[in-house]
């Protein structure tokens, strides 16, 4: 997904090159979040919180030209996508397992 991203876009803007970091900040807490709401049950709540990460990942991998961060925003936007299919197949009934 990022990947298609980067073939559609030059490079970030120098205005946002500074606060790519915090984004990714956000990003990473919005996916600790969905852990601990998976953990505890909250499917929903920890699909909501995964996908609010995979935006924040992705809106920081496109802030920035650095390397290290967009490695970072594309870990997050992956376990992001990873803890949302989780969540649902969890939270399906045992008749459709």
Do not use: C
Request: hydrophobic share 45%.
């Amino acid at each position: 997904m990022l990947l298609a991203l980067a073939a559609g876009t030059g490079h970030a803007d120098p205005a946002t090159q500074g606060l790519a970091p915090g984004q990714l900040r956000w990003a990473e807490a919005s996916l600790q979040r969905a852990q601990e709401a998976l953990a505890q049950g909250d499917h929903d709540l920890a699909r909501r919180l995964a996908a609010q990460a995979q935006l924040d990942a992705r809106l920081a991998w496109s802030m920035t030209d650095s390397q290290f961060l967009r490695r970072d925003a594309a870990r997050i936007h992956e376990q992001g996508a990873l803890l949302r299919y989780e969540s649902v197949i969890k939270h399906r009934p045992l008749t459709a397992r």
